[in-house]
Every structure is written in structure tokens, then in C-alpha cells.
């Protein structure tokens, strides 16, 4: 069948099915949950993945959700994510009163397009004429958050890695998939619009915990050995840092104090801290979060505090598929002529897509549509067509594109990958970091 017909197809079944999509993404918006806790997510993705006839598991990774089709001959296997979790926002409209978890970066439109790219394939007919496997997968736990609820989930065995695509990687759950694509949401983005990235910062996480002595704070504070002074240096070094951090290697250090002390008329004895260490290369990473080691410790230290410092593995950098961005372009001008197209490039946050990209072809595109900063509570939609139908409607015919004609592209472009890591070194690459 002409190639074009089925791409007709494909856009014809996700705009029939555009007031089911819409309720799927209100309705996870309706009840955000944050990471390794998306219950009742994953039930309503799941529930929706069987409607759509796809072969489903759960359970990846505590929460994640994997639905299946098989084409009509076999292929190499092609796959849509879309992320389970919401951020902490509790200035948001949206936000859940008592976890402030909200959907302020926008994964419920992920999971949108995921399974609107869904009813594309599954409701248009066009899956015999497929030579592989189509997945869309519903994962858990992207934003790399409650650093102290994941590390005990660590100790109970519950998990081995702290992000969602990192632990299923560790369990396989990427073993059958041979290439994936996942969208963004974009900020202050409002136009119909897709932003092709190109890479992003990866991140080490770190939790601090500076033990002193406590005493009465004004009766006694030579007595003491004042915590939150450690921490306090400790943060004044890594600023000191901050000069000798490269441009090119886009560091980013941020901490929060989750703990200040107990009482205010007692010397803080016991302060802690949660941080990353970000940056574009795993190297420029590695060069750095020693050096903030360092100066954490210090500020211990100086006080004559105890400086515990748990480092902990966090994502990697992302790199996107040349020939994969090529197609997004071609089939979001398709989905939607006039859409702008942006060169997103080089990005400083992380997502942990950049994991997966270490050891397949991955794309990551941002999609406007959306107003507002990502994380704040003034993101909102303001086009839902240009934010979750613009997509879907892309990577449905990307999968087209990617299987037809006995998956001829698909096999072109993992002909011309070569893994930065295999999963085996990935795996000792991430475990290098505990500490």
C-alpha cells in the first residue's frame, strides 16, 4: 500500500479519536502523582492500552506500562514513551493538596501523544503493513525527585537505580526495543511549534548531611558545633567553584537545604542537603562533582562537623538520532503545514531519555502549543491540537515511515548507530557512582 495513504490513515484514526485522547490527558492532570507512586496513572494507561487491543504489561520499573503490537511481518521494533510522573508545584491550580504534585511539566500530554500515536496505528488498519513491532511505553519516575524516598526503596530492593528508564533498563524492559522517540512540552511556547533537540546536560545526585553538636544557642553555642554554618560553607565553596566551571561544559550545581536544624534555640546539629551536579559530558561531570565534594567537605571541616556525602547515579546526557529529528521534521509539516520548526539544540536540563539514548536511536523533541515556565504554576495548554494531537499524529506516521517497505529506514538508520555504551557498561557506569 502507497506509503502516503497509510500516513492519511494513521492522522484520520487519532483525529476520530481526539475527544478520548483529551480525556486521558485531563483526566492523569485530574490526579498528578509523583514518581515510583503513579498508581492510578499506570491503571488508566493501561485500561486505555487494552481498549486499543495492544498486548500489555505492568509493573516495569514499580509502575511502568508496556503495550505491544505485532506487524505483519517481523521487524525491527519501534517505540512511543511518555512519562508517568508529575513534578512538585504546588502553586499549581492542578496541584494534588496533600503530595503538591502537579503536572507542571507537562507529561500528561506526553502520555497523550503516546497514546494518541496509538490509536493512529492500532484504529487505521495500517499495523499489517508494518514489518516489526510497534511499543508505547507509559514510564515511571523521570523527574528525579524525594531523593530520600528512592534511596529507600533502594535498601527494601524495590528498585536499583533511582530514575524510571534507568531502572527499566536494569530490568531489560529496553531488551525487545531497538529505537524510540519521546516529546516535550515546551515553555512560553504558545504557536504550533516543534523544537528539534539535539542534547542535553546529564546530572550526578547527591544527598549531604553535616552532624554537629548541639547545645543552648544562646546560653551555651561555644558548647555546640553549629551544622547549618557547615552547610553554609560548604554551599559559600561550591560558589567559589563556580569561575572555573567551562561554558562549553554547561555546568549546573544546585542544592536545597531539606533540613536546617530542629530547633531555634538549639545549635543546629543535624543539616542536610539534596544536590545535583550537572553537565553536557559524563567527563565534565565526573571533573566536577569531586571538586564539589571537596568543598562540602570543607565546610565541614572549618566548623569541625561530620560531612556525610552520598553520591548517587542520576542520568545521562542525552544525544538524539540525526536521521530520526529528519523524519520528525518531514511529518510534523505533514501533521500540521504550518507549524514552525525550531532548532532546539543543546539543553541544560536532563531527562533521563538521555540514558536510553546511550544505547539505542532516540529522539526528543519539544512541542509547543503550551504557555508559561516548565515546573511553575502558570504552564498551561493553550492549543491542545499543536500540543498533543501535532505529535501524535508525527510519530504515527514516523512509525510509518520507519517499518513500511519491510522497515527499509528503520534498518538504515540502526545500521548506521553505534551505541555509545552497552547496556552491560551502562549498567557499571551508573553503579560507579554510588558511594
Do not use: W
Amino acid at each position: 500500500m502507497d506509503k502516503e495513504l497509510l500516513k492519511q490513515q494513521v492522522c484520520a484514526a487519532i483525529d476520530a479519536s481526539a475527544a478520548k485522547i483529551k480525556a486521558i490527558a485531563d483526566g492523569i492532570a485530574d490526579e498528578p502523582e509523583l514518581g515510583f507512586k503513579e498508581v492510578k496513572t499506570s491503571a488508566k494507561v493501561a485500561e486505555f492500552m487494552r481498549e486499543l487491543g495492544l498486548d500489555v504489561q505492568t509493573g516495569l520499573a514499580i509502575n511502568g506500562v508496556k503495550g505491544r503490537a505485532h506487524g505483519g511481518k517481523p521487524g525491527p521494533t519501534a517505540a512511543v514513551l511518555g512519562e508517568l510522573d508529575a513534578v512538585g508545584c504546588p502553586e499549581s491550580a492542578k496541584a494534588d493538596p496533600l503530595t503538591g504534585a502537579a503536572h507542571a511539566c507537562g507529561h500528561n500530554l506526553q502520555i497523550a501523544t503516546m497514546l494518541g500515536a496509538a490509536c493512529g496505528i492500532m484504529k487505521s488498519g495500517v499495523l499489517k503493513e508494518l514489518a516489526g513491532d510497534v511499543v508505547f511505553f507509559g514510564v515511571p519516575a523521570e523527574e528525579y525527585i524525594e531523593i530520600e524516598y528512592r534511596k529507600k526503596l533502594l535498601e527494601a530492593g524495590k528498585l536499583h537505580f533511582l530514575s524510571g528508564k534507568g531502572q527499566l533498563i536494569y530490568e531489560g524492559a529496553f531488551d525487545d526495543i531497538d529505537m524510540a522517540m519521546q516529546m516535550h512540552a515546551d515553555k512560553n511556547m504558545p504557536r504550533p511549534t516543534v523544537s528539534i533537540g539535539d542534547s542535553s546536560n546529564g546530572f550526578v545526585g547527591k544527598t549531604v548531611r553535616y552532624i554537629g553538636k548541639t547545645a543552648h544557642a544562646a546560653d551555651a553555642p561555644h558548647e555546640g558545633i553549629n551544622a547549618l554554618n557547615a552547610a553554609m560553607l560548604g554551599l559559600m565553596g561550591i560558589n567559589s567553584l563556580r569561575e572555573t566551571f567551562r561554558e562549553q561544559d554547561v555546568v549546573r550545581v544546585h542544592p536545597i537545604i531539606t533540613k536546617g536544624g530542629d530547633f531555634v534555640n538549639s545549635v543546629p546539629a543535624d543539616v542536610r542537603m539534596e544536590l545535583y551536579v550537572r553537565a553536557k559530558t559524563m567527563t565534565a561531570i565526573d571533573s566536577t562533582h569531586s571538586r564539589v565534594d571537596a568543598a562540602l567537605k570543607a565546610g565541614g571541616d572549618a566548623i569541625g562537623a561530620e560531612t556525610q556525602i552520598v553520591t548517587l547515579p542520576g542520568m545521562m546526557p542525552l544525544n538524539c538520532n540525526r536521521r530520526m529529528n529528519e523524519l520528525m521534521v518531514e511529518n510534523s509539516r505533514k501533521a500540521y503545514p504550518g507549524v514552525d520548526i525550531k532548532d532546539a539544540g543543546h539543553f541544560s536540563a536532563s531527562t533521563d531519555m538521555g540514558d536510553v539514548s546511550h544505547l539505542m536511536p532516540v529522539i526528543h523533541p519539544f512541542i509547543g502549543g503550551t504557555d508559561g515556565l516548565l515546573h511553575t504554576g502558570g504552564f498551561h495548554v493553550v492549543d491542545f491540537e499543536a500540543a498533543v494531537l501535532l505529535p501524535a499524529k508525527a510519530f504515527a506516521m514516523m512509525l510509518v515511515d520507519l517499518l513500511v517497505d519491510d522497515a527499509k529506514e528503520a534498518k538504515g538508520i540502526l545500521a548506521d548507530f553505534k551505541p555509545i555504551l552497552t547496556k552491560e557498561e551502562y549498567i557499571a557506569k551508573m553503579e560507579s557512582y554510588f558511594s
